[in-house]
T-cell receptor, first 112, second 116 residues
Framework: GNSVTQMEGPVTLSEEAFLTINCTYT??????LFWYVQYPGEGLQLLLK?????DKGSNKGFEATYRKETTSFHLEKGSVQVSDSAVYFC???????????FGSGTRLQVQP | DVKVTQSSRYLVKRTGEKVFLECVQD?????MFWYRQDPGLGLRLIYF???????EKGDIPEGYSVSREKKERFSLILESASTNQTSMYLC???????????????FGSGTRLTVV
């Protein structure tokens, strides 16, 4: 079946540190891949996406590259800010399917 | 600004009550979804709809039903609320994806339901 595995949280970093949140997936074919962010008390917002192998999605300083060979879509940011504190969800849409499958989420806490 | 609107941010209901959660989108999207979010479990799909009056079960449909009488509105119904349905409920919508074009979901702000 289709599944997404994210690293366990919480991830605690100091401001300006480098961030990596790992995401690997299992799916047949060529799924679309997404990162969503959820700030406290809010719904999820699309952060970035990639629809084919080797695509790099980027937004607000965050990046992720679709790696077909390692079935991964790791989220990175070079210098985090306190305002990046949130829960991050990796998700995939299998080819030909309407619904997204989500990972369990990774909470990021950035300290001043 | 396009949006998905969930009618309530917080609800408290009693065990056995019939509960309606409403979701409205203004983007003319064909697809609409209901998820529940629980700590450590991420988002789990309850039901989705791909057209008016059309629906499909997700991963955890037991105890829930849905209604889509108009394209813009998708309702989640808890037939007889139970304490294990206490959760955050998220509605989302999307347009159909195609090769190279996939915009993902637009989410509502969520409804936190407590069943006592």
């Amino acid at each position: 079946g289709n599944s997404v595995t994210q690293m366990e949280g919480p991830v605690t970093l100091s401001e300006e540190a480098f961030l990596t949140i790992n995401c690997t997936y299992t799916a047949t074919g060529y799924p679309s891949l997404f990162w969503y962010v959820q700030y406290p008390g809010e719904g999820l917002q699309l952060l970035l996406k990639a629809t084919k192998a080797d695509d790099k999605g980027s937004n607000k300083g965050f990046e992720a590259t679709y790696r077909k060979e390692t079935t991964s879509f790791h989220l990175e940011k070079g210098s985090v800010q306190v305002s990046d504190s949130a829960v991050y969800f990796c998700a995939l849409r299998p080819t030909g399917r309407r619904a997204l499958t989500f990972g369990s989420g990774t909470r990021l806490q950035v300290q001043p | 600004d396009v949006k998905v609107t969930q009618s309530s941010r917080y609800l408290v209901k009693r065990t056995g009550e019939k509960v309606f959660l409403e979701c409205v989108q203004d983007m003319d999207h064909e697809n609409m979804f209901w998820y529940r979010q629980d700590p450590g479990l991420g988002l789990r799909l309850i039901y989705f709809s791909y057209d008016v009056k059309m629906k499909e079960k997700g991963d955890i449909p037991e105890g829930y039903s849905v209604s889509r009488e108009k394209k813009e509105r998708f309702s989640l119904i808890l037939e007889s609320a139970s304490t294990n349905q206490t959760s955050m409920y998220l509605c989302a919508s999307s347009s159909p994806s195609s090769r190279g074009q996939d915009y993902g979901y637009t989410f509502g702000s969520g409804t936190r339901l407590t069943v006592v």
